[in-house]
């Protein structure tokens, strides 16, 4: 089959089923020599609108319309916000796209046939069990499977007359979170406790499982619980759940078997259902069934722990020495530390044009003036900063950020799995984390932790910088003269006792200069104080041109000081010559109101702990005046 680039978005792979419809599409195309981009975010998880924005943000990374077909799995849809920006995202694709477990427009969609699934359940509750004080918890409305699922229950207790009680319905999330509140509201509520507990999904059951477990409450004798997904934290929880199994692996493969076909040109199904599968289990009162795949899960959770202990152990060795480190090499080799420990096959840092600098040496103030758009935009190339190849760090080159990673686009020989994540603090955009064919769990909560650790790192530096960049502006405010740009005498004062001791150390001379701005005065009384301070900038300017490693200082209002390092007077000698030369230029060049003229005088001092700056500027300012007064001569002459 010739080679074809896939792209898939989605938000989380937290729960087995999208981790599975996840390996369905991973195998399928794989096997078919096909690549899969997957531009993976986590929204939901948070109540920051910023975080949330900053990590769906991903999903302008790529120009779609480079690739040959695109996947949207139901979940990128779970937010209002998620969902007009991946619909508005869409409306400008032009390759063939097939939804996941819900349906838009006329794209050809894949489902599992959720109904079928709970209503099994909930007849099973009702009828074998006789239940009738049923609590629901609801996945994310406005999903299709949450919504098909729930439409399932109230089916069933309507053809058995059992009434529908608003109470006993909770608003679920597919989460944690989702879970926690239902139980909240079950044990603060009013009415009877309810015989059983029916979730949307294993994550919200196990939740409520655990909590009401820790209230006191006896699963199954005081209340059954039951889920959907049949999860592996399910199967191997004491109790085991009763739920739902979905073939969500086969719903993978069969939205890239629908995805090729669209590519190919061949008619494809509007939509294509696959059946789920009623698991009773323990934590409804029934003998567990024999679930073929139990031994497997077991070894799963074995294995899943043993990965979550490792991640753990270095998270925190990579948070620890990044909150130490303030700069880019700092950062980076944290990073690589972290990389080389969980060994990826492929791993890279691809960046935004200018991140080094920005971030991590000017702080990017400007940031703080950027609309959102401005901040979340990646630039038009994106640089790779890591690139981590088979337990080698290499060097690779920038590519055009509308590519995403541009090895997806070259022959390969197989096909490969390319996973992004965003890389970001709220709504700023550093660039992405790719992960290739990794067998690191990308979808667990202990990966969005080290996501969103990497972006408050960075912010934490840029912030840094910002503040060290902020104190050195104070700083040159006190150092520097504020017309000119030099340094004035506070500087002067602090750079002196440095240039000794370099002087002292390598047996060095100083060369201490006295400059005098000529007629002054008289280019003020009779052009203005204006064309005054142009000659004293230009002066100034000449000077610090031609200064090298020495320091130009602005003594007074039309005098300077020069100070350095020189080994004999022939050496200063070249420096004035060049400043001289300089002059010329400029007031052949420059025809304004004045010219610009100065008298200088210098010498190279022998340098001892009783070397006085005052000292020195006193010989210094005797020989400019004698310059001073040999040019009244001859211009008197």
Not at 60 to 75: E, S, W
Not at 573 to 598: C, F, G, M, P, R
Request: with cysteine; glycine share 6%.
């Amino acid at each position: 089959m010739e080679h074809k680039n896939i792209a898939v978005l989605m938000t989380s792979m937290d729960t087995t089923d999208q981790s599975d419809i996840m390996r369905g599409i991973e195998e399928w195309a794989k096997y078919n020599g096909c690549n899969v981009a997957v531009f993976l975010w986590f929204t939901g998880a948070f109540e920051k609108e910023k975080h949330n924005l900053g990590e769906i943000n991903i999903v302008n990374l790529p120009d779609l319309n480079l690739f040959d077909g695109v996947i949207v799995i139901a979940n990128a849809m779970h937010l209002e916000y998620n969902k007009n920006k991946i619909e508005k995202l869409l409306l400008k694709v032009e390759v063939p796209i097939v939804c996941v477990g819900f349906s838009l427009r006329d794209y050809p969609s894949v489902f599992m046939d959720g109904y079928e699934g709970m209503r099994a359940l909930v007849e099973h509750i009702v009828k074998d069990h006789g239940k009738r004080k049923i609590h629901f918890v609801k996945g994310i409305e406005g999903n299709a499977d949450a919504d098909s699922r729930y439409q399932a229950y109230l089916d069933v207790l309507t053809e058995n007359k059992i009434p529908i009680v608003p109470e006993r319905i909770s608003q679920g999330d597919f989460y944690i979170t989702g879970g926690a509140l239902a139980a909240k509201e079950i044990l603060s509520s009013t009415l009877t406790f309810p015989e059983a507990i029916i979730c949307a999904n294993d994550t919200m059951a196990i939740t409520i499982a655990d909590i009401l477990m820790d209230r006191g409450h006896r699963i199954p004798e005081d209340v059954i619980i039951a889920g959907y997904d049949c999860s592996l934290e399910g199967q191997v929880h004491s109790p085991k759940i009763t739920s739902v199994r979905t073939r969500s692996k086969e719903l993978g493969e069969a939205a890239c078997k629908v995805l090729l076909d669209k590519v190919n040109g061949k008619e494809v199904k509007d939509c294509t259902y696959l059946a789920d599968e009623l698991i009773v289990n323990e934590s409804c009162g029934c003998q567990s069934k024999a679930f073929s795949q139990e031994q497997e899960y077991r070894i799963g959770a074995l294995g899943m722990e043993n990965e979550r202990r490792k991640l753990l152990h270095q998270m925190i060795m990579l948070e620890k020495h990044i909150i130490e480190g303030n700069t880019f090499e700092e950062w980076k080799d944290c990073i690589k530390e972290f990389i080389k420990a969980i060994n990826p096959p492929e791993f890279y840092v691809c960046a935004n044009e200018g991140f080094v600098e920005d971030i991590f040496e000017l702080g990017m103030m400007e940031q703080e003036d950027m609309s959102i758009e401005e901040r979340l935009a990646y630039s038009h190339n994106v640089d790779v900063i890591i690139a981590y190849q088979n337990g080698v760090f290499k060097n690779h080159s920038s590519f055009e950020s509308k590519q995403a990673f541009d090895d997806l686009f070259r022959d390969t020989e197989s096909g490969k799995l390319y996973i992004f994540s965003p890389l970001h603090y709220l709504e700023r955009n550093f660039g992405y984390f790719v992960f290739v064919d990794s067998s690191f769990t990308v979808g667990n909560q202990l990966y969005v932790s080290w996501l969103i650790n990497m972006g408050d790192a960075i912010e934490n530096i840029r912030k840094q910088s910002m503040l060290r960049n902020a104190m050195k502006r104070l700083d040159d405010m006190y150092i520097r003269d504020s017309l000119t740009g030099v340094y004035n005498r506070f500087g002067m004062e602090r750079y002196f006792m440095e240039l000794k001791k370099k002087c002292l150390m390598t047996n060095t001379g100083m060369q201490i200069s006295f400059v005098d701005v000529d007629g002054l005065k008289k280019i003020n009384d009779k052009c203005g104080h204006e064309e005054g301070d142009l000659i004293i900038k230009t002066a100034a300017k000449i000077l610090q041109k031609k200064a090298g490693k020495s320091y130009v200082i602005r003594y007074g209002g039309d005098e300077f000081v020069i100070m350095g390092m020189a080994k004999s007077e022939q050496e200063v000698e070249k420096y004035w010559q060049s400043v001289d030369e300089e002059i010329t230029k400029y007031n052949t060049k420059h025809k304004k109101l004045a010219d610009l003229s100065i008298s200088y005088g210098y010498d190279v001092f022998k340098i001892d702990v009783n070397t006085f700056l005052e000292d020195c500027i006193r010989v210094t300012d005797k020989k400019m005046y004698i310059d001073k007064n040999r040019k009244k001569q001859q211009r008197q002459e």
